[in-house]
């Protein structure tokens, strides 16, 4: 029973260590995490700051402004990627992600990634960098596929956007192969490849390769990935040797043939001028820049700008004028835009209600469309986007 007692409590201790090995691992990756996060926050922040301080002081050649504005806009587009990145791994933790299926053509959107990163590439000087988009199984333009679109996209844009970060001379190259019932996506590049043990770690939360301490990131851009293929019910491997590129895969189920969407796809349309001669425009907006923001987007179609500080001052003026179109958003003080909604509906019955907000997440966008606004748009708002909103529902 001595030896029986004695080997039980030797177990009982190597279990123990374990765990403990196992919990200092955990704590160390996210005390890590956090401690990158800050460096990759404050770095666009830096830039941000640093050059629209230099525009607002004046004296620049259009050239130096020009490239000052760039230099901004990149940065803004680094914070917002890491900002979608906190929430989704957020939620994703949380089991609170919602899965929105609907039918998209596969085509169009890969067209579109393709047309995004070739932009990319160029502003970023990556002119050594070839971008194909395979299109060897994709000479049916009709092919769709019933999924999230979103995450989808997402999922590719991760991919992409990892392999020609690592990639310094040579080619990316993404497509797609059906395979039975399943569609199978791929992104190869010629980057330095991935040591045949750290396969296992590149889809964890938080861990970054020793190797990738060289460039920015925050770790959590597979793990997104690996956590999205499998609610789309699929899954995702990786192929890959040093020093000798990688190819990363994910397969989904369930293709959709020959259905055309009657979804619009705003991500890539021509930039125009919208006129909206003494069109009479309502903007509920709590939060002055945000307001003026706006307001300088829509002074120049020639719409007609009221402004209400909450849903209350929106209701009053609504009593008092008949609007064209309203601009609603979310989150206000006194009466938000879910409760002023429907007093708004009842005064201005034929007027499109669009909602603005924050809230970006799927789920929002049901709740929005299902409260009874016409349409919504997610802030950061995009001047572009936000005309080709408008230009839907106004005359």
């Known amino acids: 029973k001595t030896r029986q007692y004695a080997e039980e409590l030797r177990i009982a201790n190597l279990q123990l260590e374990t765990e403990t090995e196992k919990t200092r691992q955990a704590n160390r990756l996210k005390s890590e995490f956090l401690a990158n996060m800050s460096h990759e926050i404050r770095t666009p922040l830096n830039a941000i700051s640093g050059f629209a301080t ?3 002081e004046g004296d620049l050649d259009s050239r130096s402004r020009e490239d000052y504005m760039h230099i901004i806009n990149t940065n803004i587009s680094i914070l917002l990627k890491l900002i979608n990145d906190i929430i989704d791994i957020s939620i994703i933790e949380a089991g609170q992600l919602t899965i929105n299926k609907e039918v ?10 393709y047309a995004t990163f070739s932009e990319k590439l160029r502003v970023d000087g990556k002119s050594n960098i070839k971008l194909i988009f395979d299109k ?9 596929l019933y999924c999230d679109k979103l995450r989808v996209r997402q999922i590719l844009i991760n991919l992409i956007s990892n392999a020609s970060k690592y990639t310094q001379k040579g080619h990316v190259k993404f497509g797609y192969k059906i395979e039975d019932h399943d569609i199978k996506f791929y992104v190869e590049d010629t980057g330095r490849g991935i040591a045949k043990e750290d396969h296992s770690k590149i889809f964890n939360r938080f861990e970054k390769l020793d190797e990738s301490k060289f460039h ?29 590129g990688s190819t990363f895969f994910f397969s989904l189920p369930k293709v959709v043939y020959g259905v055309k969407s009657k979804l619009k796809d705003l991500s890539k349309q021509e930039k125009f001028t919208l006129r909206l001669n003494n069109k009479t425009i309502l903007i509920a907006e709590d939060d002055e820049s945000n307001f003026q923001l706006l307001k300088s987007y829509l002074v120049k179609t020639g719409a007609i700008i009221f402004h209400a500080r909450d849903g209350l001052e929106a209701i009053e003026l609504g009593k008092k004028q008949k609007f064209d179109l309203i601009l609603l958003d979310i989150k206000m003080p006194n009466l938000d835009g879910y409760q002023a909604i429907d007093k708004l509906r009842k005064l201005l019955p034929d007027a499109p209600i669009i909602a603005q907000t924050a809230y970006a997440m799927s789920e929002d966008r049901f709740r929005i469309l299902e409260a009874g606004f016409t349409d919504y748009i997610s802030k950061p708002i995009s001047k572009q986007v936000l005309y080709t909103i408008l230009s839907q529902h106004i005359a």
Do not use: V
């Open 54 to 56: 230099l525009i607002s």
């Open 216 to 244: 920015r990131g925050t770790g959590i851009g597979l793990s997104i990935c690996n956590a999205l293929t499998r609610m789309l019910n699929g899954k995702i491997w990786l192929e890959s040797e040093k020093d000798k």
């Open 104 to 113: 998209f053509n596969l085509h169009k959107m890969l067209e579109d990634i």
């Open 136 to 144: 060897s199984d994709s000479s049916n333009k009709l092919l769709n």
